[in-house]
């Protein structure tokens, strides 16, 4: 599975941002597909998630200002950033979780959101 994330930038605080994530399968065949950030000298924390039946989940920090949805078309998870913060700045990475007996983990290569104050 190939995972390729876009749509990061640079934003000032209260603004938005949409990432991608373009998958090389079906988003379908995924248990859980997600985003996960990482900042300067921390660890890689969850976003936000969204099981195979549609069920999200989101980090307290980000709940009521980002969206995670999907669109099976196109075989793409996107995350909908609005009212950015200083501290919403980190690599954020696409997730995949297939289930085959066990569950394996893919990545993307990220994707830098900087936000300015």
């Known amino acids: 599975v190939q995972l390729v994330e876009s749509g990061g930038g640079l934003v000032q605080a209260g603004g938005s941002l949409r990432l991608s994530c373009a998958a090389s399968?079906?988003?379908?065949?995924?248990?859980?597909a997600g985003w996960y950030r990482q900042a300067p000298g921390k660890q890689r924390q969850l976003v936000a998630t969204?099981?195979?039946?549609?069920?999200?989940n989101y980090a307290d920090s980000v709940k009521g200002r980002f969206t995670i949805s999907r669109d099976s078309a196109n075989n793409t998870v996107y995350l909908q950033m609005h009212s950015l913060k200083p501290e919403d700045t980190a690599v954020y990475y696409c997730n995949a979780k297939v289930l085959r007996i066990t569950f394996y983990d893919y990545w993307g290569q990220g994707t830098q959101v900087t936000v300015s104050s």
């Open positions: 969204i099981a195979s039946n549609g069920n999200t």
């Open positions: 399968r079906s988003i379908f065949s995924f248990y859980l």
